[in-house]
């Protein structure tokens, strides 16, 4: 036996019940999503310390650093599709190949984007309403260039985490986020407050030692950079592990240095599946430019109301997400093995189950609003933010349940390789209907900040009912990868969407 296989985590979706495996498979996913939250609500937390501009700050940047992170996750869906798909239909000697040109892939592309995002950086900051000159400007400048700069290390760990995912081990990015959340608490606060009125220190009782330190180094952090600067550190710790992982052969698949030599056939293919899947990942990020634009008409108080809320719905829709990707593998490897009932259950299954705990997960954000975005926020507008954000929380609440089944049907459509139809209906639901309904609600009918929040609230709605009718109908289940019958050295490519429906229904 292999020392890869040894180590295999795995979970074998493809026989037996369904139910568990999907389960075992999602919650690391779920908890790998909420440690990705971490990030940000540490992020918020600590410089939340710095007072209403600084949160400001990061809502800005996140509107930006969130859309361009999304194409990486979207072309990382390529990745799992294909060596889903691949193991599922006995094409072992494909998964090292795909995962390879995958990573070569997103590599490219993050330092491309690295370059014109540090440049491009102050118009973008403008075009989501941040006005040159002010305070919340001048911060949300640094840390967005920050970020672009440590780019390729934040999109290593995404890629490491989708080609796991695709094999059938979501237990190995757990840990290996989990690593890099603990990283990130321990040394966000220096950065961002240094030894200068740290209230780390006041917590442990370390006054003294805070101003010792102060006096040593005269270290009064970096402020908002700092958090950027926090970020990037503990995502390039998780991308060389996760690197070294994969080319150690220890987590399943294992790649050998030859296997990253551009292959313009397959890389055309990670294109065909990808790019759709990052304009469709894509949406959700640029919904949040829109609104922030929106919002940014309403006050800067609204903006760092709906930064935190934005936040808060990102974390309490991550079971949704985490089934979604789980989901995709599911849907992914049954497909490739020709089980095409299978795959349609495991969504069946993941709505129920996503139905139930988001309907939960509503209730506690009603009863608790002002208490959930006090956390965040201190400071002499703290007050109206935290009212703004409470408002915030109610309305949207009520639609997570509907936000939850639409990315869950999503990922059937992704895992199948139709990452066209998902593309189709994301873009119509973030894109079209949350930005015209909040436009509508907010400046037609001049209902301001809350206006807004009941546009995305209704577009929810509406795109959960459009995406579930048309996963009723079926035509979407079809693969896009051929199965190994023999070794008589099969060439693989993509099908078209006619031969995969056909062969799906």
């Known amino acids: 036996m292999s020392r890869a296989t040894k180590r295999d985590r795995a979970v074998n979706v493809t ?60 072309f990382s869906v ?80 995404f890629v490491f985490q989708s080609l796991l995912q695709g094999w059938g081990d979501t237990r190995t990015p757990f840990y290996l986020m989990a690593f890099g959340v603990g990283l990130n608490v321990l040394i966000d606060p220096f950065f961002v407050l240094g030894f200068e009125g740290n209230v780390l ?51 399943g698949i294992e790649l050998s240095l030859s296997e990253f030599k ?59 997400l985490g089934l979604a990707r789980g989901v995709e593998t599911v849907v992914g490897q049954n497909l490739g093995a020709g089980q095409v009932d299978r795959a349609k259950r495991g969504v069946f299954a993941a709505v129920a189950v996503i139905t139930g705990c988001l309907l939960a997960f509503s209730l506690g954000v009603h009863l608790f609003a002002e208490s959930i975005v006090g956390v965040f926020i201190t400071g002499v507008d703290a007050g109206t933010v935290t009212g703004i954000g409470a408002e915030y929380l109610r309305i949207v609440g009520a639609s997570y349940v509907f936000l939850g089944v639409f990315y869950v049907v999503q990922g059937g459509f992704r895992g199948s390789g139709s ?14 209907f949350s930005a015209l309904f909040a436009y509508v609600f907010a400046v037609r009918l001049g209902l301001g900040a809350i206006g807004i929040w009941y546009g995305e609230a209704t577009a929810n709605v509406l795109m959960a009912v459009l995406a579930g009718a048309y996963f009723l109908r079926g035509t979407w289940a079809g693969s896009v990868i051929e199965r190994e019958d023999d070794g008589a050295g099969r060439e693989y490519g993509a099908r078209s969407n006619a031969e995969s429906v056909s062969e799906g229904d």
């Open 78 to 157: 390529a990745g799992t599709v294909l060596v889903a798909q691949n193991k599922g239909a006995g094409n072992l000697d494909r998964v090292s190949h795909v995962a390879a040109q995958t990573i070569t892939v997103i590599v490219g592309m993050s330092l491309l984007f690295s370059v014109i995002g540090f440049a491009l950086a102050p118009e973008l900051l403008r075009l989501v309403g941040a006005a040159p000159g002010t305070e919340e400007y001048r911060m949300a400048l640094e840390y967005t260039r920050t970020e672009f700069l440590g780019l390729t290390l934040i999109f290593g760990f």
């Open 201 to 251: 220190f006041s917590w442990l009782g370390l006054e003294n030692l805070e101003a010792t330190l102060y006096a040593a180094t005269g270290f009064a952090g970096f402020g908002v950079q700092g958090a950027a600067i926090a970020t990037v550190l503990s995502r390039a710790a998780g991308a060389f592990i996760g690197m070294w992982l994969l080319l150690s052969g220890r987590v």
């Open 262 to 320: 551009p292959d313009w056939e397959t890389i055309e293919q990670i294109f065909t599946i990808g790019v759709p899947a990052s304009i469709e990942v894509s949406t959700k990020a640029l919904s949040v430019t829109i609104l922030t634009a929106l919002v940014a008409i309403t006050g800067s108080e609204a903006v760092a109301a709906y930064g935190i809320g934005s936040r808060v719905t990102s974390m309490v829709i991550l079971p949704a």
């Open 15 to 74: 026989d037996g019940g369904l139910l568990k495996p999907l389960l075992v498979l999602s919650l690391p996913i779920v908890l790998t999503n909420l440690l990705q939250v971490g990030y940000n609500l540490a992020d918020t937390f600590w410089v939340g310390r710095l007072g209403q501009p600084a949160v400001a700050a990061l809502s800005y940047s996140w509107a930006i650093i969130f859309l361009i992170i999304s194409f990486s996750i979207g």
């Open 419 to 432: 990452t066209r139809l998902a593309m189709g209906f994301a873009f119509v639901g973030f894109i079209v």
